[in-house]
């Protein structure tokens, strides 16, 4: 389908303003022109009989559109926004150019474009709607061509908005404004609903209401006796916070755990102390609370700290009293103490009981071997074998040197043509009778006729005998040597507990701080606060999604 448009012929010499002027009869000529669908072309006015040039001039209504879709622009619409405009558009049987032509032509109609539509609304347009069979897309506008002109029209010449169309403009601004002081304010509120009023409360609860306590400080620290006998390795971490880690480690639990706070308990009136009716609601203790509620309170009032640099024990005891909170700190000092000591006593225990049995087994047996020796010399009567055996020999050795002598003369004798035969038989007498004594005496020391242990026999019972003795105190000796090094071990092993700083009472409340307490409730609502509002916010747009 085409149109046609009229066409205008002006005057050589006229002015441009002469040429717009006529805008509301502009208005009209689109009308005419699209009425004329039958091709028929519509009768020109009457020119004057002057000579014209034709030219394209931009009516009023183009300018007006054209102002519009720019105010449209300007509003900063999202693409969604202008998506729906075109749907809408669509819908109400309009065919717009372009997306902020379909904005401008609803709210020509009086239609808001981003307003959404009931059900019973989207129904209804669904009825309306054209069947399956054809397909309704966006028809293209053909504009008329005004009569050319080389003139160029002044901004003089250009139609302000209508003024329904500005109201509308303006109620959206409006409207956009009221509902961002609505956020506003409903944001403000949420904020001072959970976030400002629990600050303030507990601004009033750290201001007002809590009692102040009292923290006593204290510090000390572990040491291990020193060993000259230490040396290598083990020399390099003796008296370092290294040596004794894990002992600093283990009274800083023990400070800190049940027993610690029932022997409090039993001592010093720990539950007692916090039952006080003066005492705020939150700190109290009830009268009748269990020991978990109490060790609960243990907890935040008793800390200990350990700096494995250092090898420092720091301890801060809070209470509700300063001169309970010394005596409370003092108390657990002596507590730590006592564990200080018990830590390596079984140690040192073990290893004495030990070395001093070895010992005192190894002095038994060396009485044992003594005795027996004591034995054998009163039962065979020789103090010394080897004294009796030297004895024997030294009269064995005269005797053969005299039956030598007997010998010589005996040969000296019977070197004689005629011997006096009674001083042969004299000599030969004397060398039968040492003959005999020297065999007697041989026999005595190997064996003995009579039943009676022989020397050798005796020298050789007492020698085993003096052996054992001898073997039992070489080990008599090593036991005591084991001994007393068991006793430097465990001298080594012992704990000493250095008290650094010494706990003194405080003249002024510790706690509460209620600058730093309130500012860290704050940061906490806040905290709390923003992430629910991420968490509301991103489901929400999972699920509009």
């Known amino acids: 389908m085409t149109t046609k448009a009229r066409k205008y012929r002006l005057k050589r010499g006229q002015a441009l303003a002469d040429a717009v002027a006529p805008a509301a009869d502009a208005d009209v000529a689109p009308t005419n022109a699209t009425e004329n669908v039958s091709g028929a072309e519509a009768a020109p006015p009457p020119a004057p009989e002057t000579q014209a040039r034709s030219g394209e001039l931009t009516s009023a209504a183009e300018v007006a559109s054209e102002t519009e879709i720019a105010a449209i622009r300007k509003e900063g619409l999202t693409g969604r926004q202008l998506r729906m405009a075109r749907r809408a558009a669509q819908k109400h049987g309009l065919a717009p150019t372009s997306d902020f032509d379909a904005v401008r032509l609803l709210r020509a109609k009086g239609i808001d474009p981003f307003r959404r539509a009931p059900m019973l609304e989207l129904v209804s347009n669904q009825q309306d709607s054209p069947p399956p069979g054809q397909i309704q897309l966006p028809q293209t ?16 010449s250009q139609v302000e908005i209508p003024s329904s169309q500005a109201d509308e403009i303006f109620r959206i601004q409006r409207d956009i404004a009221a509902r961002r002081r609505r956020k506003t304010m409903l944001l403000l509120a949420r904020l001072a609903v959970f976030v400002l009023l629990p600050t303030l409360m507990a601004g009033w609860y750290f201001g007002v209401i809590a009692t102040p306590t009292y923290a006593t400080k204290s510090e000390f620290v572990i040491q291990q006796a020193d060993s000259a006998a230490a040396s290598g390795l083990g020399g390099l971490f003796q008296g370092t916070g290294l040596a004794v880690q894990q002992d600093s480690t283990t009274v800083q639990s023990y400070l800190q755990s049940r027993d610690a706070m029932m022997r409090l308990d039993e001592d010093k009136g720990f539950k007692a102390h916090f039952s006080q009716d003066w005492i705020d609601p939150i700190q109290r203790l009830m009268p009748d609370a269990s020991n978990e509620d109490a060790y609960a309170l243990f907890q ?154 022989s020397l050798a026999r005796i020298t050789g019972q007492l020698r085993i005998a003096e052996a054992e003795l001898t073997t039992r105190q070489l080990l008599l000796q090593q036991a005591a040597q084991q001994l007393e090094m068991a006793r430097i071990e465990a001298n080594r092993q012992v704990r000493y507990m250095a008290i650094g700083v010494r706990p003194v009472a405080p003249d002024e409340p510790t706690y509460p701080r209620v600058f730093e307490n309130t500012l860290l409730a704050f940061l906490i609502f806040a905290g709390i606060y923003l992430m629910v509002s991420l968490t509301a916010s991103v489901l929400r747009e999972q699920i509009s999604s």
């Not at 050319?148 to 003089?156: D, E, G, H, L, S």
């Open 300 to 453: 935040r009032n008793v800390k200990v700290g350990f700096d494995p640099t250092e090898g420092i024990l720091k301890m801060e005891v809070i209470a509700a009293d300063p001169q309970v909170s010394q005596s409370f700190a003092e108390a657990l000092i002596g507590y730590a103490e006592e564990q200080v000591d018990n830590l390596t006593q079984r140690l040192r225990e073990d290893q004495m009981a030990g070395a001093m049995e070895s010992y005192e087994g190894a002095e038994q047996k060396v009485r044992d071997a003594q005795q027996q020796v004591l034995d054998l010399q009163e039962d065979l009567g020789v103090l010394d074998p080897v004294t009796e055996t030297g004895a024997i020999m030294n009269q064995i050795s005269n005797f053969e040197l005299q039956l030598y002598e007997k010998q010589l003369q005996l040969e000296q004798l019977k070197a004689n043509s005629r011997p006096n035969l009674a001083r042969v038989r004299g000599v030969e007498g004397d060398i039968a009778r040492l003959d005999a004594l020297i065999d007697n005496l041989r026999g005595s020391m190997t064996e003995s006729g009579t039943g009676e242990a």
């Open 141 to 156: 506008m053909v504009r008329s061509a005004p009569p050319a002109t080389t003139t160029v029209p002044t901004p003089q």
